[in-house]
C-alpha cells in the first residue's frame, strides 16, 4: 500500500520545537519529553482551489519545472518557487497529491493518514497545497478528535469547509487554524469571525495594521492564540511586477 510522505521539520519549524511545551500546557496536556513535528505538503496552486492573490503553480515546459503565475497573483507562492527548484520535493508533493485525489470519501482519507502518518505530537497542515474537498478537511478533523493529546495546526484559504464545521472545531483544542487572507472567500472570515493571517510587504505595515508579526509560528500554532489575528511578512523570489 502507498502511502503519504510526511517531512520532518524544516529550519522554520524546529525553531518552533523549542516553544511546543507551552502549546502542551495550554492545552493541559502532559509536555511530549522530546516533541516531535511533521508536516503534510500537496501540489501549491494545483490543489488550492480558494486561492486568488498567492495564487501559482509548478508547470512543466520542454520538460523542465517552471512556475507559473495566477491572473490575480499579488505575491508568489514560496512553496511553489520550492518546488520548481528541487525535484526531490516536486516529487513528493506530487505523489501526495495524487493519493488524496484517489479516496473517494473522508473514511478512505482517514485510513490513508493513519497508515501513513509517524509518530509526532503536532502536524501542519499544508507547507504546500490546500484542503481541496470537504473530505479532506473532515478526515483530519476526525484524526484529532481522535488524537487529543496532539495539535494540529495549518493556514487555509478553503474558508467554506471550515464553515461548515464550526461547532465541531469549538469541541477541538487542539486543532490551530488561521484563515490566509487573498483568497475568493475573504468575505467568510468577517461574517464568521474567523482568526486570520495577513501578508505584509513591510514590518512598518503590520504595525500599522496592529498585527504582530510571526516569524516562527508560534502565533499560527499556538492553540491559546486561536482567535488573535497576526501577519506575515512576504518571503521568496516574487514576479517582477511585485511592488
Not at 200 to 212: C, D, E, N
Not at 232 to 239: D, S, T
Request: hydrophobic share 35%; charged share 25%.
Amino acid at each position: 500500500m502507498k502511502t503519504l510522505k510526511f517531512s520532518d521539520a524544516n529550519d522554520k519549524l524546529k525553531k518552533l520545537k523549542k516553544k511546543l511545551p507551552s502549546f502542551f500546557r495550554s492545552l493541559g496536556l502532559v509536555v511530549p519529553e522530546n516533541p516531535k513535528l511533521v508536516a503534510l505538503h500537496k501540489l501549491s496552486g494545483e490543489d488550492c482551489p480558494y486561492a486568488k492573490a498567492c495564487l501559482s503553480k509548478v508547470v512543466l515546459v520542454n520538460g523542465k519545472r517552471t512556475i507559473q503565475d495566477g491572473p490575480h497573483t499579488e505575491f508568489r507562492c514560496y512553496s511553489a518557487s520550492l518546488e520548481a527548484l528541487y525535484p526531490a520535493l516536486y516529487n513528493k508533493v506530487v505523489h501526495n497529491t495524487e493519493l488524496v485525489a484517489g479516496c473517494s470519501d473522508a473514511d478512505e482519507y482517514r485510513q490513508l493518514i493513519d497508515a501513513s502518518i509517524p509518530n509526532t505530537d503536532m502536524v501542519r497542515l499544508h507547507i504546500g497545497g490546500d484542503f481541496k474537498t470537504q473530505y479532506e478537511f473532515d478526515a483530519w478533523l476526525g484524526w484529532a478528535k481522535d488524537n487529543p493529546n496532539k495539535i494540529l495546526y495549518g493556514y487555509t484559504k478553503s474558508l467554506p469547509f471550515w464553515v461548515k464545521r464550526l461547532k465541531l472545531l469549538d469541541s477541538l483544542p487542539n486543532v490551530v487554524l488561521t484563515a490566509s487572507r487573498g483568497g475568493w472567500r475573504d468575505d467568510l472570515i468577517p461574517k464568521h469571525n474567523l482568526r486570520s493571517v495577513t501578508v505584509v510587504r513591510t514590518k512598518y505595515q503590520a504595525r500599522k495594521l496592529g498585527l504582530p508579526l510571526d516569524n516562527d509560528d508560534s502565533h499560527a500554532a499556538h492553540p491559546g492564540k486561536r482567535d488573535k489575528d497576526f501577519a506575515l511578512l512576504i518571503h521568496g523570489v516574487q514576479p517582477k511586477a511585485t511592488k
